[in-house]
């Protein structure tokens, strides 16, 4: 089975993606490992790879293998777009998607053997859930070549809807008919659980294999730590 993990950064996020993000995910897989360009600069992309001794991971730049940046959103709706890349032009035919600011405390590789044929898998979003019921979270996203059919949705709504990101857009998508719900799967919330459930109750943090800090106040924390 051909399978992958995928993330995406600009250049803002460069910093957490190539020295703290990605050698975590590597340390805990011997699955490929794709970076999307969602909008680095000149050279940035040969230093993410590492220029004179290259690393685990490939950057998959804006124009090369069919990869084309998206230019009538913005780069948090770019996500199920690079999702669908991988599966339709790249051949993989299973991915696991996860944001750049996802601490990997373990192995996600048994999500692989879990993730339903047509269906994406998504883990409840604790906090977003109190508000919208039944919001998932899209942090880590588990998907395989036969749920083309919902990333094109998924796509398409990123694209119309005037929504906070690529969550909420979904979850609109979603709420529009009960049926649609039938293309989710669940997720155990070890692989993603997020700041905000932390916070609210820290012995979750016991046992995460994800922990998601969301947010500017996340990206702080992980700089913090980073600087540590």
Same mark, same amino acid.
């Given at each position: 089975?051909?399978?992958?993990?995928?993330?995406?950064?600009?250049?803002?996020?460069?910093?957490?993606?190539?020295?703290?993000?990605?050698?975590?995910?590597?340390?805990?897989?011997?699955?490929?490992?794709?970076?999307?360009?969602?909008?680095?600069?000149?050279?940035?992309?040969?230093?993410?790879?590492?220029?004179?001794?290259?690393?685990?991971?490939?950057?998959?730049?804006?124009?090369?293998?069919?990869?084309?940046?998206?230019?009538?959103?913005?780069?948090?709706?770019?996500?199920?777009?690079?999702?669908?890349?991988?599966?339709?032009?790249?051949?993989?035919?299973?991915?696991?998607? /996860?944001?750049?600011?996802? #601490? &990997?405390?373990?192995?996600?590789?048994? *999500?692989?053997? +879990?993730?339903?044929? %047509? !269906?994406?898998?998504?883990?409840?979003?604790?906090?977003?859930?109190?508000?919208?019921?039944?919001?998932?979270?899209?942090?880590?996203?588990?998907?395989?070549?036969?749920?083309?059919?919902?990333?094109?949705?998924?796509?398409?709504?990123?694209?119309?809807?005037?929504?906070?990101?690529?969550?909420?857009?979904?979850?609109?998508?979603?709420?529009?008919?009960?049926?649609?719900?039938?293309?989710?799967?669940?997720?155990?919330?070890?692989?993603?659980?997020?700041?905000?459930? /932390?916070?609210?109750?820290? #012995? &979750?943090?016991?046992?995460?294999?994800? *922990?998601?800090? +969301?947010?500017?106040? %996340? !990206?702080?924390?992980?700089?913090?730590?980073?600087?540590?």
């Amino acid at each position: 089975m051909n399978v992958a993990y995928l993330t995406g950064t600009n250049t803002t996020q460069l910093d957490i993606t190539g020295s703290w993000f990605l050698p975590r995910l590597a340390e805990h897989t011997e699955v490929d490992i794709l970076c999307y360009d969602f909008g680095l600069e000149n050279g940035e992309a040969r230093i993410l790879e590492g220029e004179d001794s290259p690393r685990r991971w490939r950057v998959i730049q804006d124009g090369v293998a069919g990869w084309k940046i998206p230019s009538d959103k913005y780069p948090w709706f770019f996500k199920p777009d690079a999702i669908q890349h991988a599966l339709l032009e790249l051949g993989y035919d299973k991915v696991i998607w /996860i944001d750049n600011d996802v #601490e &990997v405390r373990g192995s996600f590789d048994h *999500i692989f053997d +879990t993730i339903e044929t %047509g !269906k994406l898998m998504l883990a409840d979003d604790w906090y977003a859930s109190k508000g919208y019921p039944g919001m998932k979270n899209t942090g880590v996203v588990g998907a395989c070549a036969e749920s083309l059919s919902i990333l094109e949705a998924w796509i398409w709504a990123c694209e119309v809807g005037q929504r906070r990101g690529d969550q909420e857009a979904l979850y609109s998508w979603l709420q529009k008919d009960e049926t649609r719900w039938e293309f989710i799967s669940h997720m155990p919330i070890k692989y993603n659980t997020t700041r905000l459930h /932390i916070q609210a109750h820290p #012995e &979750v943090e016991e046992g995460a294999v994800g *922990i998601h800090w +969301t947010g500017p106040v %996340g !990206k702080a924390h992980i700089r913090d730590m980073m600087n540590d």
